[in-house]
């Protein structure tokens, strides 16, 4: 892939330099993260290219990356590390930043000592975000900070109208969720701060024990501190970020905002919720999916499930919803075809390695993810769906025609209150943990991790 018509142009003329290399990282999907180097008297100077090209959906919970780099330029002299912006483009959605140093994921990180010390200095970069005056940030795309109530109201507004449909419906879970949020906003009076959204590892990077630059802005809200430490909470289930707790502590200390965990789990669930309804996620109309983004389809799946799994834990620990305890049904029978999963799986194998674009690798890779998720549907799809269907038919009184059908009308029951909202969950979680087992070889890790503890 290549950048846009013009774009390189538009860089030299930004940078009064020719440019001399281009290369898109892996990651980001349809906002494009490019290296480039334009000529200097020495060696070429790094520099970052952040691109959509097909600019931002009006509905979406993401800002253009316009407002990210008006962020960018806000906190450019704070105490919090982030990089400076060389030119944003006039009319299409792109900023060039200077490329700064150091590795993404934390996990890559070895040593114990080298991960207690960058996790400490991202804490300390998110005390000095949540210490910031609001009154002292030029961000007028923001708008005036006003009392978080008001505001998360406003957002849960927002997040609603991104999860209608266009046909006028909504998906069933996402508005009991939202249902839940509006009527339980914390009570909260204290500081508003700004919020970045989606903070944690995997949106910063780390070098030499230290972060060298706290990345994806795209989030970026005036709110409650506590939506930030939920958001840290999600993003070290996706990563790791040391022991939670002590990293909670040291929060305490240098912002002065105390922890409540009510207020954390409420945000944990706002958190999922927001990915859910986001206009890249659940508003989206079938069959009309994003023709110019392709995407790494295993990715999509892995995460998918482990998103749905956190928000029905979070709903569950706000609402006092008792999950139950796994019932899985036993492994279904290979068919004859079965082998062909396996050796599809060995080809791929063999591939990956071989293959140097990054980008090209890591999709094979969740090509692979896919199909190992498809062998145990093959597997044992059947099998668990017959046990959906007695679930349902245990709670309708009567037994649906097709799974599909079955969830359609335990919704209308739903409500109708003919079927209570804790036993809808607690369906809903079974139903959950039987997809989970059949993504269990693709999910990995993934598969065992959950919220991680607050003291």
């Not at 879970?173 to 009527?183: K, P, Q």
């Not at 002065?256 to 990915?275: C, D, F, K, N, Q």
Request: some cysteine; charged content about 25%.
């Amino acid at each position: 892939m290549n950048l846009p018509d013009g774009m390189e142009d538009w860089i030299a003329e930004a940078t009064g330099r020719r440019v001399v290399a281009t290369t898109r990282i892996p990651g980001g999907a349809s906002r494009e993260g490019w290296f480039v180097d334009v000529e200097s008297d020495g060696p070429p100077e790094p520099l970052y290219l952040r691109l959509d090209r097909r600019g931002t959906d009006p509905l979406s919970a993401f800002h253009t990356l316009w407002v990210e780099a008006e962020i960018f330029r806000a906190l450019d002299g704070t105490g919090v590390t982030v990089p400076r912006i060389v030119a944003v483009h006039p009319t299409e959605e792109a900023f060039l930043s200077e490329r700064m140093p150091g590795e993404t994921w934390f996990y890559r990180i070895h040593d114990p000592d080298e991960q207690v010390a960058v996790a400490s200095d991202f804490i300390r970069n998110l005390a000095a975000l949540h210490l910031l005056n609001p009154a002292d940030l030029d961000i007028p795309s923001l708008g005036p900070p006003r009392p978080v109530p008001e505001l998360v109201a406003e957002e849960l507004g927002r997040m609603r109208q991104r999860a209608t449909r266009s046909n006028g419906t909504i998906d069933p879970f996402v508005e009991l969720c939202i249902d839940w949020l509006v009527g339980h906003i914390p009570d909260y009076a204290g500081p508003v701060v700004l919020v970045q959204g989606d903070t944690g590892p995997g949106n910063f990077l780390y070098q030499g024990g230290r972060v060298t630059a706290v990345l994806d802005w795209e989030l970026a809200h005036w709110g409650d501190p506590m939506d930030d430490i939920a958001w840290l909470s999600l993003r070290t289930v996706q990563d790791t970020f040391t022991h939670f707790p002590d990293r909670i502590r040291e929060y305490e200390e240098l912002s002065g905002h105390r922890i409540e965990p009510s207020r954390v789990w409420y945000y944990r669930l706002l958190a999922e919720t927001r990915l859910a309804a986001s206009a890249r996620g659940a508003a989206r109309d079938a069959g009309n999916p994003d023709e110019d983004a392709p995407r790494d389809p295993g990715n999509g799946l892995i995460y998918g499930m482990l998103h749905r799994r956190l928000t029905l834990e979070a709903l569950a620990e706000v609402a006092g919803v008792e999950l139950p305890a796994d019932s899985l049904p036993a492994d279904g029978h290979p068919r004859s075809h079965h082998h062909v999963f396996d050796d599809c799986l060995a080809a791929l194998s063999t591939i990956v390695p071989r293959i140097e674009d990054p980008l090209a690798s890591q999709w094979t890779k969740g090509v692979a993810r896919a199909l190992k998720y498809l062998r145990e549907i093959d597997l044992s799809g059947n099998d668990f769906d017959a046990a959906d269907l007695d679930e349902i038919a245990g709670m309708l009184g009567t037994r649906p025609e097709s799974v599909a059908s079955g969830r359609a009308e335990l919704v209308d029951a739903v409500r109708a209150q003919r079927v209570s909202q804790d036993t809808y969950v607690q369906y809903l979680w079974r139903q959950a943990k039987r997809d989970d087992y059949l993504m269990r070889d693709a999910s990995g890790a993934l598969r065992t991790r959950t919220w991680p503890p607050l003291s």
